[in-house]
Each structure stands twice: as C-alpha cells, then as structure tokens.
C-alpha cells in the first residue's frame, strides 16, 4: 500500500504540519526508503544521538507543561498504558495488545492477535512525533529510531545509559543494563503461521511465543518500569527494544514460507494513536513496513532459529510417588504429584513430579486419540503452580523465569516444551491484562492444561514417565558472581492434577 495524497494531508493537519510524517509519505510514494540503524552504528554519529536525546527532551518537556499533551513524552507512554486515570483519553490510552496467561484453566491465555500489528503503528506515529519535537529543539540532523539487537548485544545502547536523568534525556532507572542474548530464545523465528490455529495451540506460532520470548523477556530482565505492562513505555529504552521487535516480524516475514494472516477481519482491524482519528491505520496495511510506511531496516537478514537449551539446573528438587486416589464419584481434580515449595532466585530449579504407575499409564493415554474415555478414567490432567508470589528481591523486576516441562531424550539430552513464563512485565492476570483485578503483581495459582504439552514432548509410551515429568524453571538473567543469594519468586506448591470422567 503506498499512502494516499489524502492521508498524506491528514497527517499534516494531525500534528500542526509535521514535516517529517509528510515527508515519510511523500519518500514512500517516490520510493525513497528511510532506514531504521541498529543502535551501534546510529551511536557513532555524535549529531544523530543529539538529535535523538533533543527530541525525548523536548517531548518530555511538552508533558512537564501538560501531561497529556499529545506531542509529549507520557501521552505516547500512556497509549501503550498507564498507572494513571486515563480521564478523558480513555480510548486512547491503555491500549496495548498483549497476552497474559491466566490463571483459570477454561482461559490459559488471552491471546494478543494484534500484538505486532498494532506495536508497528504505534512506533511510526511516535518517531513521527519524535522527529518533529528534535526540529522543534533546534537539530537539524535527520534521523530514524534505532533499534537495539538484543540477540547480538547484551549492553543496553551506551547511549541510553551513560550520564544521568540531569544530562541524559535518554537515562532511566532500570534494575539491569545488561541482559543475557544467549538465553533469549530464537524459535519462534521457525514458525510459518503469524497467529496460532486456536487459542490452546498458542505456541504454534510466530507471534505469542515470540512475544513471550524474546520480547517479554527483555521486558522482564530490564525491570524497573520496563518491568511493568502499564509503565514501560517512560523508559526510553522501551523504543529501541520495540524497533527490534519490528525489525523481526520484517525478517521473519521475509523467510520462505512464511505468511502473514490472510483473513480480512484481521487486516481490518483499525488501530487509532489520537483523539481526532487521524493516526490512524489497519493491520492489513502495515504487513509491508516499507511500502506503507516507508521505512525499512538496515538488517532485515533472515535468522536461524535457536532455542536455548535447557541448562543444567543447580537445584534439583524431587519427592516420592503419591498414591493414585481411586476414581471419584465426580470429576474434582485430583493430584497425583506434587513437589515442595521452591524459591526462585539467581539459579535455573528443577523439579521432578513422581508419578505412581497407574497415572503414568493414564497420562499417556490423554495422548493416544481412542474411544472416549469410561467412567473414572483420566480427562484431563494439568501441571498447577499454587501460591506463585513474588519474592522480596522482586518486586522491582530484573528476572525472568521460563517454565519447561521436560523428559529426557533417552540420548543425554532433553525434550522440553515451554508452558509459561514469570517475570514482572508478563505475571499472569484474570483479567484483560491491564492489572485492574487485583493489581499488577497480585499471588497467583497457575493451571497449565498438559495433554497438548506431552503430545508435543513427543511421549510414546508410558515408561518414559517412569522417573517422572521435570519442570525446569530456567532463569535468564545473568548471574553475577560474589552477589547474595536472591528470592524473585516463591511457589507455594507445584503438582499435577488429574480430572476423572464421572462414574455412572
Ligand atoms: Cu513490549
């Protein structure tokens, strides 16, 4: 799609003619392409990062004199969310698509089907915003937002560190400047499908898991606002982390085979940015960043997908088999293992749940398509995660825990399906993900559904059961020698319930 004379015109009136936003268009229709620069290169021009740190200046400035200024620094931090009452701006603020993994097993996820789509808007009408705040302070330099790649480099930019809130507009409080590339999973990147088939499939995908990790990873690992859905967005480091993020559905959608979402009430979905309707625009018509929106990426090579393996865990917690309870007269769940409580802290746990025989019998056979199950046979079993809470060295964010189920490979290695994640940015909610049950960081109980997850282990037959299911909690933070001991999160209990078919 290539922008029309007539968007070209609201965009002008939109923001007081911004030249730039009219340029972008106008270089988009001509064919000239602006290039977003990794953070690296972009940081040896002295007159670009100027630029950069005039305009989140200026912005910041606007927001000074009032806060929902719409050329200011919170208002852009307040469409994605906020902590505050949006007032009047309520449609516009607080409108983040992300998932949240929930809590009630009728509702695992909440899936974001817009996720990426409505990010890539997002981040065009703020650089547009951006640019023109650095005109409005004086630079003169031209310059895109740039992105920083996380997968190449641990160090948030220098440029975003150095110096401090007095003397570096792009400075903020984070609990870590350095995050972990090599734990950052690179999987998602295999997945054709931009969106999962349903809900319950959600990891067959590009998008949710890619969400989850790398992208909610970073989030995590950052902490301090970046920590947190509804502030993240004041962190300056929160663009050049989104612009990578963007810079990835680009790659990924360059990879053979691979295809964005064809069905027209996806493409239609209209994202608005402002109160008059005029940043405006629909899935559909971004898919191709550079001939809709005019910009494109100084990297757009594609990537091999990576996962991280699974490290080799310094706890290793295990209990004995609990005895299978006979089948109930309902189907109330029932546990057939469970594991003491667990501390998370600097180091990856893991946990191995004891099977009796019986359930590891009755657990293969959730995977085995047959007749449907008698009376008092197993329907469905889940792993649940009771009194999840965040630690005392947690509640600033700076950590992020993946949770595998796992079984070994039966050659030295292991098998290992993701089923969730704890960090402060992506703590499970019961609601739409904007914290308003409960609060941002309230203990939760985790029901994971396992059929779809030991279908995908790959389980064959029930021995493979014998020493039990692993559930690996894989930090991937950094450790940092010689530091004391850490509590980020504390589980009350971990084991895995069973519902029977009802006797007749
Ligand atoms: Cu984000």
């Known amino acids: 799609m290539t922008l029309t004379r007539r968007a070209i015109l609201s965009y002008a009136a939109l923001i007081g003619l911004p030249q730039v936003v009219v340029q972008t268009a106008v270089e988009a229709q001509t064919g000239a392409v602006r290039t977003r620069q990794n953070a690296k290169t972009f940081s040896q021009d002295p007159q670009k990062v100027a630029a950069l740190r005039a305009g989140v200046g200026k912005m910041k400035a606007r927001t000074q004199a009032n806060q929902d200024d719409p050329l200011g620094w919170y208002y852009w931090s307040a469409v994605h969310g906020t902590t505050d009452d949006p007032g009047s701006l309520g449609k516009i603020y607080n409108q983040c698509e992300h998932t949240r993994f929930r809590p009630n097993p009728l509702r695992p996820t909440a899936v974001a089907e817009h996720f990426i789509s409505w990010h890539r808007p997002f981040l065009f009408f703020f650089e547009a915003t951006l640019k023109r705040a650095a005109q409005e302070a004086g630079a003169t330099t031209p310059f895109e937002l740039p992105y920083w790649n996380w997968y190449e480099d641990d160090d948030v930019p220098k440029i975003f560190t150095e110096g401090s809130d007095a003397t570096n507009p792009l400075w903020h409080a984070r609990v870590n400047e350095s995050i972990n590339s090599g734990a950052l999973s690179r999987s998602p990147l295999d997945q054709k499908a931009l969106l999962p088939p349903s809900v319950s499939d959600w990891r067959k995908c590009f998008s949710i898991p890619f969400e989850l990790d790398p992208h909610g990873a970073v989030h995590n690992l950052i902490g301090g606002d970046m920590g947190n859905i509804l502030a993240s967005a004041r962190d300056p480091v929160f663009w050049v982390h989104h612009a990578n993020i963007d810079r990835l559905w680009t790659v990924w959608t360059k990879m053979a085979g691979h295809a964005n979402p064809s069905d027209t009430a996806w493409k239609q979905t209209t994202f608005t940015y402002d109160q008059a309707g005029d940043m405006k625009q629909t899935a559909g018509a971004v898919v191709d960043s550079q001939g809709s929106l005019g910009y494109r990426y100084d990297d757009e090579t594609p990537l091999p997908a990576f996962q991280p393996a699974v490290v080799a865990a310094a706890t290793i917690q295990s209990d004995a088999p609990m005895p299978l309870p006979g089948p109930t007269a309902n189907s109330a769940m029932a546990t057939v293992a469970a594991a003491k409580p667990v501390t998370l802290g600097t180091s990856s746990v893991a946990v191995d749940l004891k099977l009796p025989q019986s359930a590891q019998t009755q657990l293969h056979s959730l995977t085995t398509a047959g007749a449907p199950p008698g009376p008092g046979a197993i329907t469905a079993a889940w792993l649940v995660l009771e009194d999840v809470e965040i630690g005392a060295d947690g509640k600033n964010g700076g950590f992020s825990f993946n949770i595998l189920a796992t079984l070994p490979d039966g050659q030295q290695g292991t098998r290992q399906v993701k089923v969730g994640q704890l960090g402060t940015f992506t703590w499970p909610t019961d609601d739409g993900g904007h914290g308003a049950h409960g609060g941002h960081l309230a203990p939760v109980t985790l029901t994971i559904p396992l059929k779809d997850v030991l279908s995908e282990l790959g389980l064959s037959n029930p021995g493979e059961l014998a020493n039990g299911l692993r559930v690996v909690f894989q930090a991937q933070h ?26 007749q």
């Open 478 to 503: 950094k450790e940092n020698p010689g530091e004391p001991p850490k509590q980020f999160v504390k589980v009350g209990s971990i084991s895995i319930k069973t519902s029977t078919a009802p006797l």
